[in-house]
């Protein structure tokens, strides 16, 4: 199943920009919705998730970086604020019921979206 992510493009290094992710269910207690990176030439990485209850943040992420749900529009949002030439990367929306352990692990999702760049210049 497909995921709908939208939001990204090119922002000067301190800046913002929110993404936003259509999942294919509405989120409930086992069911999430992760966001991962991958940059040029590198694995994809986690981000953020909102899965089983609560939110998760990567520790490069946090104090900067939100992830909330919208459950009017069964949406996920993350927003992105202080971005960094580090944070440059192609941003993928995962959906799917990860156990505890596969919350920060691509494996834990079974529904993608096809990705959005996201570019910070320093």
């Known amino acids: 199943v497909q995921l709908q992510a939208s939001g990204g493009g090119l922002v000067q290094a301190g800046g913002s920009l929110t993404l936003s992710c259509a999942p294919p269910?509405?989120?409930?207690?086992?069911?999430?919705v992760g966001w991962f990176r991958q940059a040029a030439g590198k694995e994809r990485e986690f981000v953020a998730a909102?899965?089983?209850?609560?939110?998760y943040n990567d520790d490069s992420v946090k104090g900067r970086f939100t992830i909330s749900r919208d459950n009017a529009e069964n949406a996920a949002h993350l927003q992105m604020n202080n971005l960094r030439p580090e944070d440059t990367a192609v941003y993928y929306c995962?959906?799917?019921?990860?156990?505890?352990?596969?919350?920060?692990?691509?494996?834990?999702?079974?529904?993608w979206g096809q990705g959005t760049q996201v570019t910070v210049s320093s």
């Open positions: 995962g959906a799917g019921r990860p156990i505890l352990s596969a919350i920060s692990s691509p494996l834990g999702y079974g529904s």
């Open positions: 269910e509405r989120p409930d207690s086992r069911y999430g």
């Open positions: 909102f899965a089983r209850g609560r939110t």
